[in-house]
């Protein structure tokens, strides 16, 4: 079976860490019987200097056309970009794991688990208004959102088997908002009357995630929460360079791992392609092919738990493509 994966390759340490990935999905290729189609666009800073759009009509087709994508990053237009793309393609669950993994500095080493971050409404409408010295941004919350946001970390929790779904909200003060979010998060909950279902407030949430993150499995929150909290639990774990996310929807879907473009750091090829990596693994999961999913992040992790080949952000000296080529040769 021959796979079509646009790659969006962006800017700063983008196309570093997504030649990377490409290489290791190539040696899957070698070794499996999965084929890949690669299709490369343009997208970010350096397209638009050149052309005055970010995101090319043709960049939005191939990711229409492809069977799935592969995003890295972009500089200052995520806006433009990658935020119109989660939206406009109805992507709406944004799955953010962080798993400690072993060889990898951990504050927890028994932290495992997913955020399911509401990624199409809330704050991120983008709805505001400048009055003088008054501003003002709109936040939506919607209960066909909620509704199936919840419904699909119920879901995701029941395919993995694991027993508890948190909701994180803010409902006491944000008492319109997340009080409809609540509402239909528990609409759903009696629906799974199997997965024990839990709410939290946010601040609390931060503080008990930061202390006792082996008491969550699947937490659900609308977007913003989820940006947050999802970056809070990458620091638990090694730092955004171990963080892979997926944008799903019912029809598209773009995986992209959590980091930004790193200028202090591009075209050194010294970035830690594992995010990028990582998140190729979680694709290929989205597509049935659990496999090969498994092949990949398995490579990732005994490179890491070896320790010998590592970038710099995890206290080794290897390169971008060290690392890559390490993980290729044991996929
Ligand atoms: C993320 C990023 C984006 C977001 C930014 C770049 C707009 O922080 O993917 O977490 O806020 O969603
Ligand atoms: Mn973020």
Same mark, same amino acid.
């Given at each position: 079976m021959t796979i079509k994966v646009a790659l969006l390759p962006g800017d700063g340490i983008g196309p570093e860490v997504m030649g990377a990935t490409r290489l290791v999905l190539e040696a899957l290729e070698e070794k499996t019987g999965v084929g890949f189609q690669f299709e490369t666009y343009p997208i970010g800073d350096k397209v638009k200097e050149e052309t !005055? =759009? #970010?995101?090319?009509a043709e960049t939005l087709e191939g990711v229409r056309k492809a069977d799935a994508c592969l995003f890295a990053c972009v500089g200052e237009t995520a806006k433009e970009t990658i935020l119109p793309l989660r939206q406009r393609l109805d992507l709406y669950a944004n799955l953010r794991p962080a798993k400690a993994y072993p060889g990898v500095p951990a504050l927890n080493p028994r932290t495992d688990l997913m955020i399911v971050r509401e990624n =199409? *409404? !809330? /704050?991120?409408?983008? /709805?505001g208004h400048r009055a003088g010295d008054s501003a003002f941004n709109v936040r939506v919350i919607t209960r066909e959102a909620s509704e199936r946001i919840t419904r699909y970390a119920f879901q995701y929790a029941e395919s993995k088997g694991l027993g508890k779904v948190t909701a994180v909200h803010k409902a006491n003060v944000l008492d319109y908002t997340d009080g409809l979010f609540l509402e239909a998060a528990r609409a759903v909950a009696s629906e799974h009357p199997d997965v024990e279902y839990e709410e939290m407030i946010v601040d609390a949430a931060a503080m008990k995630l930061v202390m006792?993150? *082996?008491?969550?499995?699947v937490v659900v929150t609308t977007n913003m929460f989820g940006d947050i909290l999802s970056d809070l639990t990458a620091g638990l774990v090694g730092g955004l360079g171990m963080a892979p996310s997926a944008n799903i929807g019912d029809r598209y879907s773009i995986f992209e791992p959590v980091? +930004?473009? #790193?200028p202090d750091i591009a !075209?050194? +090829? /010294? #970035?830690?392609?594992s995010a990028c990596i990582l998140s190729a693994a979680m694709m290929l999961e989205w597509l049935g092919e659990e496999e090969s999913a498994a092949r990949v992040e398995g490579a990732v992790v005994s490179v890491l738990a070896e320790g010998r080949v590592r970038t710099p952000d995890l206290g080794g000296s290897a390169s971008t493509l060290d690392f890559a080529r390490a993980v290729a040769e044991r996929v």
């Open positions: !005055g =759009t #970010a995101l090319p =199409t *409404e !809330g /704050i991120y409408k983008m /709805i006792r993150p *082996e008491d969550f499995q980091h +930004g473009s #790193a !075209g050194r +090829g /010294i #970035a830690n392609p």
